[in-house]
T-cell receptor, first 114, second 120 residues
């Protein structure tokens, strides 16, 4: 039972364009969501998070949107850079983030072409 | 570098052998987590500690697995009688958790670079 789903295994975009990575979840108890980036041979690195009391959070080139009614979130990267090429994981947790038992999706491999 | 440190980076062992991994968290972090990642999957929660107390264990953590954090600082994860299905990347993470009544924003999990286990 995959509670956090990233249905696109890969995404390819041109440098300078927008990258949109999508994530769906099934557990309505999730109330805190995070995006992690992972380069080969390294551990996941935290990018950005959002609480369920918000529908948008922005940090520089990265924006996360949350649609609670659709149980969907997305990560926008604008403008995309070659260094953004990595696997992106969506993760969710319950209890406002105080319970850090994160449930991860399978990841989306983003390739940004120069 | 004051990030999460894991040793060894790679471990190759024969089926049936015991292995132990070590994790050194970020020094001021009071929570420590172990996750496992297999090919094509996201990390899966195994267990976590608050200081030296092990607060939760996943069903994935069979009785061949044991984790300790004896002084609330570093942690070890031991796998006894390894099986080929144990082959995976074992990730450690740490975070700073504020008790009830503290700041709302707990720190996100900071992951180490993992220990890749291959059981032959």
């Amino acid at each position: 039972d995959q509670q956090v789903k990233q249905n696109s295994p890969s995404l390819s975009v041109q440098e300078g364009r927008i990258s949109i990575l999508n994530c769906d979840y099934t557990n309505s108890m999730f109330d805190y969501f995070l995006w992690y980036k992972k380069y080969p041979a390294e551990g996941p690195t935290f990018l950005i998070s959002i609480s369920s009391i918000k529908d948008k959070n922005e940090d520089g080139r990265f924006t996360v949107f949350l649609n609670k009614s659709a149980k969907h979130l997305s990560l926008h990267i604008v403008p995309s850079q070659p260094g953004d090429s990595a696997v992106y994981f969506c993760a969710a947790s319950k209890s406002g983030g105080s319970n850090y038992k994160l449930t991860f999706g399978k990841g989306t491999l983003l390739t940004v072409n120069p | 570098d004051t990030g999460v440190s894991q040793n060894p980076r790679h471990k190759i062992t024969k089926r049936g052998q015991n292995v132990t991994f070590r994790c050194d968290p970020i020094s001021e972090h009071n929570r420590l987590y172990w996750y496992r990642q297999t090919l094509g999957q996201g990390p899966e929660f195994l267990t976590y500690f608050q200081n030296e107390a092990q607060l939760e264990k996943s069903r994935l953590l069979s009785d061949r697995f044991s984790a300790e954090r004896p002084k609330g600082s570093f942690s070890t994860l031991e796998i006894q009688r390894t099986e080929q299905g144990d082959s995976a990347m074992y990730l450690c993470a740490s975070s700073l958790h504020f008790p009830a009544g503290g700041p709302v924003n707990n720190s996100p999990l900071h992951f180490g670079n993992g220990t890749r286990l291959t059981v032959t």
